[in-house]
């Protein structure tokens, strides 16, 4: 159990998939076979780990990935498709596609079907993730087989870091706007054209004043953060950008 399957070609299974309001059938081969992918496999859609790490971070980084060699990311899930939909629209993970094991029939040949039956979840994925080439696994990352939901090694950097070392990551980018504000526009903008992409903070909605105030200790919007610095509003940020 929970033991690496490197080496080894990936279960021949098929998905029962519905896209576009239609059912498909969907077959381990139309999925790996002349592929690279990156697959990551989690306990279940819409849980707090789940939403809150493993899937954004594989849809952050999903460009790079591409730019190394990678054809498609695959989150997998033993749940069934109306979930694995709706929890992809609710995390606007468009770089990600999603697999439902309803039944568990790939989970079970990667031998990575645990019980979840204390938190009522029945049989579900450990946590793990695996790079395939063309069918047959070359690498995989599995949590440790301890209590728990551990997180440690399955995530997007560790598996980024295993395809090349080297790849540059792109920056975290947070703004903390408010609608209507020409200065926020103009922020956005720049960064749009310079093609990086941003986390958006709107007053009102996902924030305060207070908590404006209490993070970059300003009273005006927007309010730019790369990588952890404070930079200030839209003018520092084209001074940043230009520099």
Not at 51 to 79: M, T
Not at 172 to 199: D, N, W, Y
Request: net charge negative; glycine share 6%.
């Amino acid at each position: 159990m929970l033991e690496s399957r490197e080496g080894q070609q990936v279960p021949s299974v098929t998905f029962h998939a519905r896209r576009n309001d239609e059912w498909q059938e969907i077959s381990s081969d139309a999925l790996f076979k002349g592929k690279n992918v990156v697959l990551f496999a989690l306990p279940g859609a819409f849980t707090p780990t789940c939403s809150s790490a493993h899937l954004p971070r594989y849809n952050e980084l999903a460009p790079i990935f591409k730019q190394n060699g990678i054809d498609d990311i695959i989150c997998l899930s033993v749940n069934d498709t109306f979930v694995m939909n709706a929890w992809l629209a609710d995390q606007e993970a468009e770089n990600i596609t999603v697999v439902p094991d309803g039944n568990g029939e790939f989970t079970a040949g990667m031998n990575m079907l645990v019980d979840k039956n204390e938190l009522g979840f029945g049989k579900r994925s450990w946590r793990y993730s695996m790079l395939v080439r063309d069918g047959v696994i070359e690498k995989m990352f599995i949590e440790p087989n301890k209590p728990g939901d551990p997180f440690e090694v399955s995530d997007a950097d560790t598996m980024l870091e295993y395809i090349n070392k080297d790849a540059k990551k792109p920056d975290s980018v947070s703004l903390i706007t408010k609608p209507g504000c020409p200065f926020c526009a103009r922020a956005k903008k720049a960064l749009r054209e310079r093609q990086i992409r941003f986390e958006e903070i709107v007053l009102g909605k996902d924030a305060t004043t207070v908590s404006l105030k209490a993070i970059s200790g300003a009273t005006t919007v927007p309010q730019v953060f790369i990588n952890g610095q404070h930079i200030g509003g839209s003018d520092e940020l084209l001074s940043f950008l230009e520099a």
